[in-house]
């Protein structure tokens, strides 16, 4: 049986016994990679820099993504793009966790998945615009207004 890869489990045990203060940067550019069985990006790119501190690792990550998005006004598919910024500790077994519980495994194995999916999913605008001036959809005749003017927006509107 093969295992795939999983290019955001990155093994950091090489950092355990460096000194405090070393810093690796991670970088990656994935295209449609499923971070969880409701969302797949169509691009992931970004640096995950991990520095080895007394308590453990800390992760910083800047995440540059595109999703495939609905406009709310014209109803149209577009390409949006997100920017997340992360930065968490991952503490030694034998040390405090922080709030996020974040621990160094044994094997030294961090799978940065699903930190990199709830950042990029709470950069998701609740209500995705194609362009900040969409004009919408008719509401007469739900025609896009984007595209042409149709015989309703003639009319004076009446209140």
């Not at 991670?26 to 069985?37: E, K």
């Not at 997100?82 to 034998?94: M, N, S, V």
């Amino acid at each position: 049986m093969s295992t795939l890869h999983n290019p955001l489990s990155i093994n950091v045990g090489f950092l355990l016994n460096q000194p405090v203060g070393t810093v690796r940067d991670l970088h990656f550019d994935l295209t449609d990679y499923q971070l969880s069985p409701d969302f797949t990006p169509l691009t992931i790119k970004g640096v995950i820099r991990i520095n080895r501190t007394p308590q453990g690792i800390i992760a910083l990550g800047d995440l540059h993504a595109s999703v495939m998005a609905t406009c709310v006004r014209c109803l149209e598919d577009f390409q949006q793009d997100l920017h997340a910024q992360f930065t968490e500790l991952y503490t030694y077994k034998d040390q405090p966790t922080t709030e996020a519980g974040l621990i160094v495994p044994e094997d030294g194995n961090v799978d940065f998945t699903p930190l990199v999916r709830d950042c990029l999913l709470l950069e998701v605008p609740i209500k995705s615009l194609c362009k900040p001036d969409c004009k919408g959809l008719c509401v007469v005749c739900g025609e896009n207004l984007n595209l042409k003017t149709c015989e309703h927006q003639q009319q004076p509107v009446e209140s």
